[in-house]
């Protein structure tokens, strides 16, 4: 099976979290925004302020962190993608803008 590639270049600004790329925390949620096309990759922790935890990286070094989230790179825009942990089965799921 070939490896799916990102449409976005490497330096593509995303979102994620200092638990993400700090505390090594495995990516377990990933958004590809309705309104912007952006992509967030989150691990599971849970946090109140996402500015006080959000970190601006880019594509390639999110691809770097967990080359398994090229599993979902093709993901349309308005849907998400989450999991239980790092190699488990991605389930996608179109967003519902309650979310």
Same mark, same amino acid.
């Given at each position: 099976?070939?490896?799916?590639? /990102? *449409?976005?270049?490497?330096?593509?600004?995303? /979102?994620?979290?200092? /638990?993400?790329?700090?505390?090594?925390?495995?990516?377990? %949620?990933?958004?590809?925004?309705?309104?912007?096309?952006? +992509? *967030? #990759? #989150?691990?599971?922790?849970? /946090?109140?302020? #996402?500015?006080?935890?959000?970190?601006?990286?880019?594509?390639?070094?999110?691809?770097?962190?967990?080359?398994?989230?090229?599993?979902?790179?093709?993901?349309?825009?308005?849907? #998400?993608? *989450?999991?239980? %942990?790092?190699?488990?089965? +991605?389930?996608?799921?179109?967003?519902?803008?309650?979310?």
């Amino acid at each position: 099976m070939p490896i799916k590639k /990102f *449409q976005e270049a490497d330096n593509t600004t995303v /979102f994620t979290t200092k /638990f993400v790329i700090t505390d090594n925390k495995e990516i377990t %949620y990933v958004t590809h925004e309705k309104e912007d096309g952006a +992509w *967030q #990759f #989150f691990s599971n922790d849970n /946090f109140d302020n #996402f500015e006080e935890v959000a970190r601006v990286v880019g594509l390639g070094e999110i691809v770097k962190i967990d080359v398994t989230v090229l599993d979902i790179a093709d993901i349309p825009v308005g849907f #998400f993608a *989450q999991r239980r %942990y790092k190699g488990d089965k +991605w389930l996608v799921q179109e967003t519902d803008g309650n979310l």
